[in-house]
């Protein structure tokens, strides 16, 4: 038999009536062990994501794991000749504004779906800021992934502007991106042959290279 919780603070009433919880005059709330597993569970902070992990940690796993950046013309050419994949991590509706012909969508980050303790409070936050789309991490990335894609499969991953693993004067260390961090994803769950587009979708479009859109998709 499950044990049993309580958290009672009595006020004086004047009723006889057999009190409730929500009875004048009585603040009780009584939960098995189970139910007030399931609702601290709720309101903790899921583990760590990726987006989180420091990106010095995350750029040196991409160095020991030889993510390559390539250009857009190059990103063309490997596609066209070599069988390679873009995968567009940008949210679909960015994704169906104009991608490169045949890449996939896969988004990185989507909408906040859950209503967990812990959610409620991160849509509080976005709206505090008055952003009231607030978005987080999809838990369905590399499932989704691997439904269409092999582990061998060679994938040039791409966002809209890109970050940077190369060095700069005010970037020593590069600076991190959706499809940086989603190249981190897929090298720790053990895809071998994942590059990532320098520039991403705007620096594909600003050369001019052909472009999808959702019209001529349907």
Not at 85 to 95: M, W
Not at 126 to 155: M, R, W, Y
Not at 181 to 194: D, P, Q, R, T
Not at 206 to 214: F, H, I, S, Y
Request: aromatic share 8%; proline share 6%.
């Amino acid at each position: 038999m499950a044990s049993l919780t309580s958290i009672a603070t009595p006020y004086p009433s004047s009723s006889r009536a057999k009190p409730t919880l929500f009875s004048p005059g009585v603040r009780s709330v009584t939960m098995t062990s189970s139910s007030l597993l399931k609702i601290r569970c709720a309101s903790t902070k899921p583990a760590k994501p990726a987006a989180e992990v420091d990106w010095r940690q995350k750029r040196e796993l991409l160095l020991e794991k030889r993510v390559r950046s390539v250009d857009v013309k190059e990103a063309l050419r490997l596609q066209n000749e070599n069988n390679f994949v873009i995968l567009d991590v940008r949210p679909e509706a960015e994704y169906k504004m104009g991608h490169p012909p045949g890449a996939i969508n896969i988004e990185m980050y989507r909408l906040i779906k859950e209503w967990t303790a812990w959610d409620i409070a991160r849509r509080l936050g976005f709206a505090f800021f008055g952003i009231f789309s607030g978005t987080e991490e999809n838990p369905e990335f590399v499932q989704s992934v691997e439904a269409k894609l092999d582990k061998d499969a060679k994938i040039i991953v791409a966002c809209s502007s890109a970050g940077t693993m190369k060095p700069t004067q005010n970037l020593p260390e590069g600076q991190q991106s959706r499809s940086l961090i989603a190249a981190y994803v897929l090298v720790l769950n053990g895809y071998k042959n994942v590059f990532h587009l320098e520039g991403g979708i705007y620096a594909w479009s600003k050369e001019g290279l052909p472009v999808e859109t959702n019209e001529t998709e349907d």
